[in-house]
């Protein structure tokens, strides 16, 4: 069973940044990405990188958001800029692997003043 552990969440100010990290416990994957889900939302993508290096952006973040991965680390970033309050939500790392697809429990980003 994959497990991945998010941290880096938290309440920032709007303008302020923010980086969550995902550790997964394994090093086979097709796809990690980031997934948020506002109150009364749909969960959507945030940013994705596939194991290939391509990196896909929400428009909504781009200019903004970072999506990075350490691969000896087993690890993925989200590094977040100037951050707004509608980026408020609870942020989900997903991998995707074969045909399963990982889920972890979640970090909660709050942008307010």
């Known amino acids: 069973q994959v497990q991945l552990v998010e941290s880096g969440g938290g309440l920032v100010q709007p303008g302020g940044s923010l980086r969550l990290s995902c550790a997964a416990s394994?090093?086979?994957?097709?796809?990690l990405g980031w997934y948020r889900q506002a109150p009364g939302k749909q969960r959507e993508l945030v940013a994705s990188i596939t194991r290939g290096g391509s990196i896909n952006y929400a428009d909504s973040v781009k200019g903004r958001f970072t999506v990075t991965r350490d691969n000896a680390k087993n690890t993925v970033y989200l590094q977040m800029n100037s951050l707004k309050p509608e980026d408020t939500a609870v942020y989900y790392c997903n991998l995707q692997v074969f045909l399963n697809n990982y889920w972890g429990q979640g970090t909660q980003v709050t942008v307010s003043s």
């Open positions: 394994t090093s086979i994957f097709s796809i």
